[in-house]
């Protein structure tokens, strides 16, 4: 699929814009988006490309941020970044973690890359790859879980990193216990000791590395991709919360009492992030990207727009693939808007390409993906009718593929062709069977089978 044009925009759209936005951390007030000071490395960098931080939530579905009609969780900086930027309402992963990483960081549909879970072979090449040959400085803080340890981080394009997961491990559900408190991290080629973690939070120290990487690169264009640990189990109490400092995730169960916190707590790392963009003079040339990993849990219940909801993690219902997506760039994007159309995640390849001002190497392959940064000016230009997900997470799994728009979704023929509104049925309880179909909907679902019908390997 070839990804739509790069519009060009008049210098003067890029000036100045007068809206205020404020963020809180810990009860402390941030300087407003548009009056933060600009310093030397602001005025050096605005003749250049924009900084991007990519903010990558694990197992936060739609339904948590309150900007999106949550009613569970505490969000005010999340939410806040939304009334800054765009808020997009129908943004789609898949099921789980690993395929859906994958497909953000290459811009293909699994069919063309996925092999094994938690693995990526180092013949691929990521947006990290794209913005390193662009001159931009990459760093990768948070979850790898795309084995290779230090060869392949290296290798897919990233400069610095402080990482979780290095290497495909049947382990992992041990490791799980090490992903917060005293966390096992790997930096330089080798695991931090044991002193060097003690007593620590994973993302407070992901969020600490990344600063000083921000601190070692003010004059030059970076790149971050921040891939947070929270708010995945195992549950438990954050640094805010009293019961930290004796806590023992190694041998205390996991406890869902403490997912609320655990939210709070990844909106404060949230804010932290954005708070020194701000101090440094950078905010007016720093895009930054929120979005969920995947849907939320199925232990966790959470109220959306007024009602008790399931998370729907691992289900190909839209509580498995619906995700929070949230973008901010002052100055360009209007404040407050509203964008409806549908992004799949190999899309955020182009656009990331379209925002450093540049192009996806022929080497890396079919690029599935198309480029919507037209729409963060218009919201009204449709990017496209349709979103596509292939889905066999392990080799045992049975194969998934489907295709939606915003009211219809039909799964290909290997699941029966079923065929859903999902408006009306979320949960797909009640196919459409053939003799109550409309002629509309025989018309809609034809165009979905047209679009299964190509998407082979």
């Keep these: 699929m070839k990804t739509r044009p790069i519009l060009l925009f008049p210098c003067y759209f890029l000036v100045a814009f007068s809206f205020g936005f404020l963020f809180f951390v810990s009860c402390q007030k941030v300087t407003s988006l548009n009056k933060a000071p600009v310093s030397s490395q602001d005025t050096n960098q605005l003749s250049g490309k924009p900084n991007i931080i990519f903010i990558l939530a694990d197992d936060c579905g739609f339904e ?39 497909e953000l960081i290459t811009g293909k549909y699994n069919f063309r890359n996925y092999t094994l879970w938690g693995t990526l072979n180092t013949s691929e090449k ?35 990193y402080l990482v979780w997961l290095p290497f495909l491990t049947n382990k992992e559900p041990t490791e799980s216990k090490y992903r917060y408190k005293n966390p096992h991290l790997y930096q330089n080629g080798k695991f931090l000791s044991a002193p060097q973690t003690a007593g620590k939070y994973a993302d ?25 640990s929270l708010v995945h189990q195992p549950y438990g109490p954050t640094p805010d919360d009293p019961e930290f400092a004796n806590w023992d995730y190694t041998t205390m169960a996991s406890d869902t009492k403490f997912f609320p916190g655990m939210v709070k707590y ?28 995947n849907g939320t849990p ?88 349709w979103g596509f997900c292939q889905w066999k997470p392990y080799s045992t799994s049975p194969l998934r593929r489907w295709d939606q728009t915003l009211n219809y979704k039909l799964y290909d023929s290997i699941n029966n062709s079923k065929f859903y509104n999902i ?35």
């Design 423 to 457: 408006l009306t049925d979320t949960l797909e309880k009640l196919p459409i069977l053939k003799k109550n179909i409309t002629a509309n909907e025989k018309i809609i679902k034809q165009q979905l089978q047209d679009v299964l019908n190509q998407m082979h390997n």
């Design 126 to 160: 990521t947006f990290a790859n794209m913005f390193h040959n662009t001159g931009y400085k990459t760093c990768y803080a948070g979850k790898w879980q795309l084995d290779g340890g230090d060869s392949s981080i290296h290798k897919f394009g990233f400069d610095k």
């Design 204 to 228: 407070d120290m992901f969020v600490n590395y990344i600063t000083r990487f921000i601190d070692s690169n003010l004059t030059k264009p970076f790149f971050v991709l921040y891939s947070t």
């Design 266 to 293: 990844m909106d404060k790392k949230v804010a932290e992030l954005i708070r020194f963009i701000y101090q440094k003079g950078l905010s007016s040339n720093t895009v930054i990207l929120f979005v969920g990993d």
């Design 298 to 385: 199925s232990n966790i219940s959470s109220l959306f727009r007024g009602k008790l909801i399931q998370g729907g993690k691992a289900t190909t219902t839209q509580y498995g693939t619906h995700v929070p997506f949230i973008a901010s760039w002052p100055g360009h994007i209007t404040a407050g808007t509203i964008n409806n159309n549908i992004i799949n995640f190999p899309d955020f390849m182009p656009l990331l390409a379209s925002i450093a001002g540049t192009t996806i190497s022929s080497n890396a392959g079919i690029i599935d993906g198309v480029d919507f940064y037209p729409s963060f000016f218009d919201p009204n230009d449709i990017i496209r009718a």
């Design 64 to 102: 948590i941020p309150t900007c999106n009609g949550g009613g569970s969780y505490s969000t005010p900086n999340i939410d806040l970044l939304s009334k800054s930027g765009m808020r997009f309402t129908q943004c789609y992963s898949l099921p789980l973690c690993s395929p859906s990483r994958i």
